[in-house]
């Protein structure tokens, strides 16, 4: 693997080869700071009018997931995409996922919120300063970008904290668009999820 890629992990897609991180060989995507993070999920975004179609999962081939992605803009322009998926055998199995698409072609997962998959997660950079409790779930969870797991080589979302802030897919959806910015002009909420 190129040596620049050991900077980066499982949160980018490398621009030239337009590979998960791992077989990366262009060059290294900038490291967002902690305000540059905040600012692009706080920034506003307008879902389109049939964003509740358009996030109707759908089975993934080869794979237990039903999944759906939709690209989104904010009023400045940038471009977002959720991601939505749900394991087709255990409900609660869940990611919903804002992407941050640079103008390089290079992709951020800012957060990602999570449901009780059936594995522990590790807060790897904690782990490794020695930090306590850094071991969580299996729990609903909220994974959110941060500065320093960039900085040290790990996914850029790869730190998450425990949430009660839904209980169930439906509920993911709706408190992921309340807390990343998203306009909706619909009165229909995730009812249709």
């Given amino acids: 693997m190129d040596s620049s890629c050991l900077l980066i992990r499982e949160g980018l897609r490398c621009p030239s080869t337009e590979k998960a991180v791992g077989g990366c060989k262009g060059k290294v995507p900038r490291i967002l700071t902690e305000g540059e993070i905040q600012d692009l999920i706080d920034e506003q975004k307008t879902l389109p009018p049939d964003w509740h179609n358009a996030l109707r999962l759908k089975p993934k081939r080869s794979s237990q997931y039903d999944e759906r992605e939709i690209p989104v803009h904010s009023v400045s322009g940038e471009l977002f995409r959720i991601i939505a998926r749900r394991n087709r055998q255990n409900q609660l199995d869940f990611s919903v996922i804002l992407v941050f698409e640079d103008t390089d072609g290079s992709e951020y997962r800012l957060v990602r919120y999570n449901g009780k998959h059936p594995s522990r997660h590790s807060n790897k950079w904690e782990k490794d300063q020695g930090r306590e409790a850094w071991r ?24 998450a904290e425990v949430t009660d802030a839904y209980c169930d897919f439906g509920s993911a959806v709706e408190a992921f668009l309340a807390a990343t910015g998203f306009r909706r002009d619909d009165p229909l909420q995730g009812r249709l999820l």
């Fill in 136 to 159: 969580i779930g299996p729990d609903f969870h909220m994974h959110r970008a941060t500065e320093r797991y960039q900085k040290d080589g790990y996914a850029i979302d790869g730190y």
